[in-house]
């Protein structure tokens, strides 16, 4: 069976007017894996002939959820980062993405890596509002990522993972992650 990008964002949209919490977002998490398994979706946003870089190819024009499709030729480790008051599902279609969640030791000023999983093609992974995470993929990796609003107008935190310094970035142009 098909699933369309347009069926996930509608899917999407009714998953959050009932239920915008961790339990709806698993939801989409769910759902989206299915996209990730649509070739004809693939083929169209994550194929082999893509320009590499990053795509925004759905904004939500009343709820605001957005979805990038990344077309990477170059393998990158991404700092510890949220998205601010956003939660964002990552979900791989080629290569791979090594994930890290971190925790804060607010009274230490440090960050720790609470724990590491691989999401290969056809899995997605769920950050939730604040939850600190980093991302690692090779080179050629491809994956398409949902935020709950633009990331180009949420103000996110970046972790330096060695003293836990913290930086707040706004505007950040084409997100990298
Ligand atoms: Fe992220």
């Not at 690692?136 to 491809?142: L, T």
């Not at 970046?158 to 706004?170: H, L, S, W, Y």
């Amino acid at each position: 069976m098909s699933y369309s990008l347009e069926n996930f964002c509608d899917d999407t949209r009714s998953i959050l007017l009932a239920s915008d919490n961790h339990d709806g977002r698993n939801t989409i998490r769910q759902k989206f894996e299915l996209l990730l398994g649509d070739d004809t979706f693939c083929a169209a946003y994550v194929g082999p002939n893509e320009d590499p870089g990053v795509r925004q190819i759905y904004e939500d024009p009343d709820m605001h959820f957005c979805v990038l499709a990344y077309n990477m030729a170059a393998a990158r480790n991404s700092p510890p980062h949220d998205h601010g008051e956003s939660w964002a599902i990552y979900g791989q279609t080629a290569g791979y993405t090594d994930m890290t969640v971190w925790s804060v030791d607010s009274d230490e000023g440090s960050i720790e890596p609470l724990k590491t999983f691989r999401l290969e093609p056809g899995q997605a992974g769920l950050f939730d509002v604040r939850e600190i995470h980093s991302i690692s993929y090779a080179a050629g990796s491809k994956f398409v990522r949902v935020t709950g609003v633009d990331m180009n107008l949420e103000t996110r935190r970046v972790f330096d993972p060695e003293t836990g310094a913290i930086r707040e970035i706004e505007q950040v142009g084409t997100d990298k992650a």
